[in-house]
């Protein structure tokens, strides 16, 4: 009596394999720490003495020499699939900062006009507004130019009210401070400068607005 053999195994190709592993060196690579700056700008270089008490500044000054050839950085950003640990560790973002801006309208008035701040929302919106804060990390950043005319046409968009008095210009004004370590008071003001000025496109603006 012949036994019937059940449906063979599937076998993963091995292209698959060398692509899954080649995406779990890169997300590893990029989301390690780098190393401390003296190892980092290269003025020194862990002694065999050193690795043995101190194992991590050696792999992370190895992986830094890898993240610096560029091919892992621009595979992540290609992909979007990019990411950064640096908000838990070595070392936390100390810096508290928010958005605003002075927006003239027509008529020739001015208001004030606050981006989402996570601090003044409730929970809900938190979860729902919280990549918003990741974004504007980077758009009042001189790096991410590009990013500017659309974040001001935004900022446009939320001031316009009135279709007889539609905002004309934008300036983008951001506040910040340092958050003092531990056992130090931190100051209670903010410094305040501003980051840009935008000229409304009129036409897209009120495109985009229908009353």
């Known amino acids: 009596m012949s036994r019937e053999s059940g449906p063979e195994p599937r076998k993963v190709s091995w292209i698959i394999k060398i692509l899954v592993l080649a995406h779990l060196f890169a997300i590893i690579t990029w989301s390690m720490p780098w190393p401390p700056a003296p190892y980092l700008r290269g003025d020194l270089k862990p002694t065999f003495k050193h690795v043995a008490q101190n194992p991590s500044d050696w792999l ?123 056992g130090t008071p931190t100051p209670d003001g903010y410094s305040m400068y501003i980051a840009y000025g935008y000229e409304v496109q009129i036409d897209k603006l009120k495109e985009d607005k229908q009353f």
């Open 60 to 182: 992370l000054t190895a992986n830094a020499k890898v993240k610096n050839q560029g091919y892992v950085d621009r595979y992540l950003t290609f992909t979007g699939l990019w990411q950064a640990w640096d908000m838990f560790a070595p070392n936390p973002s100390s810096l508290d900062r928010w958005v605003d801006a002075e927006v003239q309208y027509a008529d020739g008035s001015t208001e004030i006009i606050a981006y989402p701040r996570m601090y003044d929302i409730p929970l809900p919106r938190k979860y729902i507004m919280e990549r918003h804060r990741k974004y504007l990390e980077r758009v009042v950043d001189r790096r991410w130019q590009d990013r500017w005319p659309a974040f001001g046409q935004r900022l446009a968009y939320w001031a316009y009210t009135d279709p007889k008095n539609p905002p004309l210009w934008v300036t983008v004004r951001v506040h910040e401070r340092w958050i003092e370590p531990m």
